[in-house]
């Protein structure tokens, strides 16, 4: 089966949709980035895929991927998936919350994977 974005927005409040705008918006400033939409999630990939996405009735789920550890209360839950790779959960519920400080984990993660 083939997914696509707009299926991952049925049944979420519009905050969701305008959230990933912006979102896609500033990732855009790093690069090229394709968006790759899966069954659970959407990927946002350079080369591979720095940031999954994960739409909630209210707000996204940002899983960042980096090669350092975040210590920040933003931070819900960190995974160690591998030697030197850490990938970071980060709930956003409005626009506003992406902001310098996210942007940089994203765009370290884009650097990352590019």
């Known amino acids: 089966m083939e997914y696509k974005v707009i299926d991952h ?13 912006k979102l896609i918006s500033e990732c855009e400033k790093f690069g090229t980035i394709y968006q790759s939409p899966k069954k ?4 946002l990939d350079a080369k591979s895929g720095f940031v999954g996405v994960y739409t909630r009735k209210d707000c996204l789920l940002l899983h960042i991927h980096t090669d350092f550890n975040v210590d920040n209360p ?16 980060v709930r956003i519920k409005n626009p ?11 765009e370290s993660a884009y ?4």
């Open 9 to 21: 927005f049925e049944n979420k409040e519009p905050i969701v949709s305008d959230i990933y705008e």
């Open 40 to 43: 659970t999630s959407i990927h």
């Open 74 to 89: 933003r931070i819900e839950k960190t995974e160690k998936i591998s030697a030197n790779r850490y990938k970071h959960i």
């Open 96 to 106: 506003d919350e992406i902001d310098k400080q996210i942007i940089d984990w994203l």
């Open 111 to 114: 650097k990352l994977k590019s």
